[in-house]
């Protein structure tokens, strides 16, 4: 089993920054996609916010260029959110998610953090 922990969520000002950490910790072989997806007030869906890969690949929607900055560190087996310049619509709950593999031989299983709720408001 794997877990997945979350931190870093406040209330912080329209304009301000925040920095997400998530922290992968358990049966670990080895992480390919760990990435950031967040949960508006009211939608249903949770929408990708930053894609990370083992060989340092970065991915981001096109909505999410220029704010947000992810980062990772594979030794720790933790990312990174970096968050700035931040809205009252990314009001969210942020996730973490990641692929993991428990020894060589078994396939990538799917894991979801708890989620730290960011407020922008001032």
């Known amino acids: 089993q794997v877990q997945l922990v979350e931190s870093g969520g406040g209330l912080v000002q329209p304009g301000g920054s925040l920095r997400l950490s998530c922290a992968a910790s358990g049966s670990i072989f080895s992480i390919n996609s760990m990435d950031w997806y967040r949960q508006a007030p009211g939608k249903q869906q949770r929408e990708l916010v930053a894609r990370s890969t083992a060989d340092g690949t970065t991915e981001y929607p096109d909505s999410m260029k220029g704010r947000f900055t992810i980062s990772r560190d594979n030794a720790q087996n933790t990312i990174y959110l970096q968050m700035n310049g931040l809205k009252p619509e990314d009001t969210a709950v942020y996730y973490c998610?990641?692929?993991?593999?428990?020894?060589?031989?078994?396939?990538?299983?799917?894991?979801w953090g708890q989620g730290t709720r960011v407020t922008v408001s001032s």
């Open positions: 998610y990641a692929d993991v593999k428990h020894s060589r031989q078994l396939a990538f299983v799917p894991y």
